[in-house]
């Protein structure tokens, strides 16, 4: 997946989540878990492209760790929504498939930016 299209799938992504906490129940456990779910999932694409715009490879990779933070926060977040009841888990399967896809991928590229980075420098402890 290039560059481009990761930023598309993660923006994609975000603006499903915006209409998924726009349609959540108004009851205050939906609107705490929504507000938290809006917050982590819309970060996913604006550090993906900030981690497209690093300074260095250790950059790149730090804010890379934020996007798969924020993905695997996000995940925790349409979880509880499932397991609390307040959407069922067929509505909200191809968000989690999504973020679970976006997370494997992020910690791919971690990966791949580590061992280039250790191959470059072999004194580094990255």
Request: charged share 30%.
């Amino acid at each position: 997946m290039t560059e481009k299209e990761f930023k598309d799938r993660t923006k994609q992504i975000a603006l499903r989540i915006i209409k998924l906490v726009e349609a959540l129940p108004k009851n205050y456990s939906a609107q705490v878990i929504g507000k938290q779910l809006l917050r982590s999932a819309t970060s996913v694409g604006a550090n993906y492209r900030a981690a497209c715009r690093g300074k260095s490879t250790a950059d790149v990779i730090h804010k890379l760790s934020i996007v798969e933070e924020e993905a695997d926060e996000s995940l925790y977040w349409i979880e509880l929504l499932v397991e609390s009841q307040t959407m069922s888990e067929k509505q909200l399967s191809s968000l989690h498939t999504d973020m679970n896809e976006i997370v494997a991928m992020t910690v791919s590229s971690i990966k791949t930016l580590r061992s280039k980075k250790t191959i470059q420098n072999p004194k580094s402890k990255i």
